[in-house]
């Protein structure tokens, strides 16, 4: 059974930081392109990060600069670090795995807020 397995959210003061990690079991994510997608109430679900199985990372303009993606294919996690949040990056963060199958963890929230 594949799990991602989300953590880290919180609430976090405007131009402060988190880090968020998600764990898998069940797949390897070294053969799979794992990415970070986010949802704000009302809004559609969107594109944050990813990184390929090539090790090439991606993001959205929204937050290039100030989020970084990273993996640890030792401990098949990979994380989202969040420097200088503002409050239109509150949303629910999903991870996300695509490879010969696509996967979703169950979110973690991230509020922005003073």
């Known amino acids: 059974q594949v799990q991602l397995v989300e953590s880290g959210g919180g609430l976090v003061q405007p131009g402060g930081s988190l880090r968020l990690a998600c764990a898998a079991s069940g797949i390897i994510f070294g053969i799979y392109r794992v990415g970070w997608w986010r949802q704000a109430p009302g809004k559609t679900r969107e594109f944050v990060a990813d990184?390929?199985?090539?090790?090439?990372?991606n993001y959205a303009e929204s937050v290039k600069g100030r989020f970084t993606f990273s993996r640890d294919i030792a401990k098949n996690t990979v994380y989202l670090q969040m420097n200088s949040v503002k409050p239109e990056d509150t949303a629910v963060y999903y991870c996300?795995?695509?490879?010969?199958?696509?996967?979703w963890g169950q979110g973690t929230q991230v509020t922005v807020s003073s």
């Open positions: 996300w795995a695509r490879g010969p199958s696509a996967y």
């Open positions: 990184i390929t199985t090539g090790g090439i990372t």
